[in-house]
């Protein structure tokens, strides 16, 4: 806030009390802004809590992508070091599997590797039984060896207690980091089964990256360690060099040769980072593949076609809407208040009535076996083997949403078309034109904000449309909106929908602002 | 009946009749003859039909009965963009979509005239009503009185013989407007083309106008030029629509062929010019305009009736002064006076004799 000393030296224009004109009028008119904005506060915080928050959230889903730094995190950073290289790649070496060994144990107990799976099948497929699988198996590896190596050199290692206070001693976690690592997940591990963490012999996986800690260490490093368990830790670093190794390679190729597929490990580091482009490539028929992106199979392309067919046939709904509904408000605009009053009612009654109904109305007339095609049959214009199909295609999702759109864009039109005044036509007449070319030139031009108003409405409407193209669309007629609730509801590739449903915004806003360059968004009228 | 000299009778209405719901005639039995180059005005209150007789004459009315022609050719079945009659419509009906220009030009285009010819017409009448700087705007971009001009220069452009024009100042100020009436009525003189004007305004019928038509309750009530209107009205409704008007009631008493002593309700007697009136104890309406009453005894004849009158009101108005007086009992009775070095300025409570010249005062139909 400015106040009369550091102004220029003319100073500002002061109130009739001394204080310059500008703070006044602030606080004059900051108290009407406060009351506006109480006024609108609770809808505005009913609107953000419930819809706009929701929405941003789905929306990010369609790029966040933290499952799997968050399952693996420590195999996401072990395959930093790893490329991938096309065609004779090869499988990381056993660091990766070391670190996917701890986290994997750690996410079975938790469950969450199946979630991982999951996510990980939409980009390969496989890679959810095979992480089932593994999870399974990780219990049953046998890397009980290490831990009966380490329990016949000294019994102490069996005993928790003493790992305890191993583990808590200072300077452990910079000797044995691997194994400090490990022991956190080990202690939320023994947290999530309610027990007790000095009560609890560690699993094999402790013992096995003890084993490893101890042979990546020079023996100086443990020799100058003196706390807890030093001499135990001593004893075991100057046994362990004479250890059976167990190679934890192996141990997973026994669980699944897949493992050694350098495909599924360049999958995991494609989709290591938190965010991810893949549902987008997804969405537009392309993928994140380990060697980087590509299209998708031809047999799975149905994204680009969806969205085509989705503005196609918004685009012949739109026009039929203009077609059927524009000489409707014309009558409608041109006819006396009393008799256009009944006619509007009759055009919004269908509002008053479920879609539902509309809908399944519209089966019932155009089915195989329905109104219409009976009336052809009897008439003799089809013969009754081969009725007419006009439901469960695209004829029957046209018809039906031009049908259940049709108000939208009677209602834009009607409200401009009153605004006509008749003496227009009349002035054209006069000056000579036909009853065509007085339509034409004159009275059709007023019109076009109607139409551009309607046909924004109707098309916008329209391709977010979901239950008439699921209820009469049969596999030609649906749009992009039905893949996207299929995604919500069946497969639960949220991150997919989200995907989708970001595309069709944009594109709407794109559309909307091609509209605004090339009519004018001031040119559309409501009325 | 039928005039075939196109010159007295270019525009008629023989026997016009309209009704919108079978019941009521909003025109009842229409008969008028406009003659070529002849500016027309058809004046009446709003109801009295004389917007549906222009719209019978422009084509967008059917006549339920009689017929119109024009030019001697009956265009009861022609369609309006067949008639070739230019129309100046109340609210401009400028095209908002097109520039000047394109308006101008739009009567050219339906008649197919070719472009360099058209633009030539676009420009000359564009010139012709002072607008030739504005064909690129949009009406939008005009000021009521250049919309007007526009509204003309179209109705113009196609060279019709007969424009109509519906109330087309009824938009534009008072000092607008008057300027523009001098400017209609010099175009049309100027191009000498054949005017019918619609207006409820008197003083533009009166100003503009050949002859006026007041309309009221479907008929015309009287047909005269503005002068002969004004002065010699032929009932009491042209006689109060039409200036301003003191009426006073009374019997006649005495009757010959140019003159009529009237006595009033209060018993006083005047001298008036038997108009409606026809037998000696006829009810009637006493009409008086208030610029031809006079107070100054010398200037009445030396046996003229006069009447004793109280000022209750002397209003000055800058070129006249108006004065209330209570007359007969009647205390809304104007006397308008110019405003010159020798007239005098009568004061409220002074009792005065009024007269007038018998040949002023209309005895009209109750």
Redesign the interface.
Known sequence: MTDATNSPSTGPMLSADGTPLKKSLQIALRRQKLRALMLVAPLLLFVLISFIAPIADMLFRSVENDIVSETIPRTVIALEQWDYEDGGASAPGDDVYAALYVDLSEAEEFKTHTRLGSRLNYETTGMSSLLRKTGRGIGRMDTDEYTKQFEALDPTWEDPAAWVAMMQAPGVAEILPETASAWQSWQRIVANKNDVLSEEQPEDFIYTMLYRDLIAQPASAVAAYSGPGAAMLQAADSAVDGFEPISLREQFLDIDKDWADAQIWGTIKAFSSPYTAGYFLSSVDLQLTPAGIEQQPENQQIYMMLFGRTMFMSMVIMGSCILLGYPIAYLLSNLPLRTSNLLLILVLLPFWTSLLVRTSAWKVLLQQQGVINDILVWLGLVADGDRLVMINNQFGTIVAMTHILLPFMILPLYSVMKTI?P??V??????????W??FW??YF??SVPGIGAGSILVFILSIGYYITPELVGGTTGTFISNRIAYHISSSLNWGLAAALGTILLAVVLVLYWVYDRIVGIDNVSLG | MVSTNTDDGFVVFDGVQKSYDGENLVVKDLNLSIARGEFLTMLGPSGSGKTTCLMMLAGFETATNGAIRLGGKEINNIPPHKRGIGMVFQNYALFPHMTVAENLSFPLEVRKIGKAEREAKVQRALDMVQMGDFGGRRPAQLSGGQQQRIALARALVFEAELVLMDEPLGALDKQLREHMQFEIKHIADNLGITVVYVTHDQTEALTMSDRVAVFEDGRIQQLAPPDELYEQPKNSFVAQFIGENNTLMGKVEKIDKDLAVVRLDNGDLIDTVPVNVSSVGDRTLVSIRPERVEFNRERLLPDAHTLKAEVLEFIYMGDIYRTRLRVAGKDDFIVKTRNAPDQRRLKPGEVIEIGWRPQDCRALDA
């Open positions: 005044p003496s227009y009349r002035a054209a007449k006069s000056l000579g034109a036909t009853n070319t007085a030139r004159v031009p007023q």
